[in-house]
């Protein structure tokens, strides 16, 4: 009985050291993350917050444009957006300077546009985007949805649906250790 015991003690110690290392993984090594869609219907952009994501430095991941399907009937007119990377500011009053440039050009609804952001503290491209750790960072989109209101640098989806997203890199998932309380305690 006792023997039976210790067995099932080293089996469970086991166990809890397999899922220690699966779940500390994504965090240790780059991954690709998923994709945000830029478009009225991601229910990920929740009202009032918009989307907080925790991406480490080496991760990469898209934001993809609106896309209309050929052949598909969709029951929403096409989505027009620029997307823009700004200040903690600029974020929380939706607004847009007449010499901010965008990151991504949602102009072309008929074809695949993305932006791919690599989270990298250094770039090789004198125009790429360089990252810091512990540093958050702002993106969205003061456009109107509508081609009419591309160019609107107040407001827009940023304020009316909370169109926003912010990247806490490097910062810790709260998400991974929450599992590891669950599994091993
Ligand atoms: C909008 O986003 C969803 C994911 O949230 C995606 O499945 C859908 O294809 C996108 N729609 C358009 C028109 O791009």
């Not at 809890?16 to 993350?33: E, F, K, Q, R, W």
């Not at 989505?79 to 440039?101: A, F, K, M, N, P």
């Not at 993106?139 to 912010?166: E, F, H, P, W, Y």
Request: include cysteine; charge should be positive.
């Amino acid at each position: 009985m006792v023997a039976r015991q210790r067995v099932m003690g080293r089996y469970v110690w086991w166990f809890c050291l397999g899922t220690l290392v699966v779940n500390l993984s994504p965090s240790c090594s780059a991954v690709i993350l998923e994709s945000i869609y830029w478009n009225s219907s991601n229910p990920k952009f929740s009202p009032g917050q918009g989307l907080v994501l925790f991406p480490q430095i080496g991760d990469k991941m898209d934001i993809v444009c609106p896309r209309v399907r050929p052949g598909v009937v969709e029951n929403k007119d096409p989505e027009y957006y620029r997307v823009y990377l700004v200040t903690r500011e600029q974020l929380h009053s939706c607004s847009i300077g007449q010499s901010d440039t965008p990151l991504l050009n949602c102009d072309k609804p008929d074809r695949d546009v993305k932006f791919t952001f690599k989270f990298q503290e250094f770039s090789p491209n004198l125009w790429g985007l360089e990252f810091l750790k512990g540093r958050e960072y702002y993106i969205t989109s003061t456009s109107t949805s509508s081609l009419q209101g591309l160019d609107n640098t107040d407001g827009g989806v940023c304020r009316a649906t909370s169109m926003k997203l912010v990247l806490r890199v490097g910062q810790k998932r709260m998400r991974v250790s929450a599992k590891l309380f669950i599994t091993c305690v």
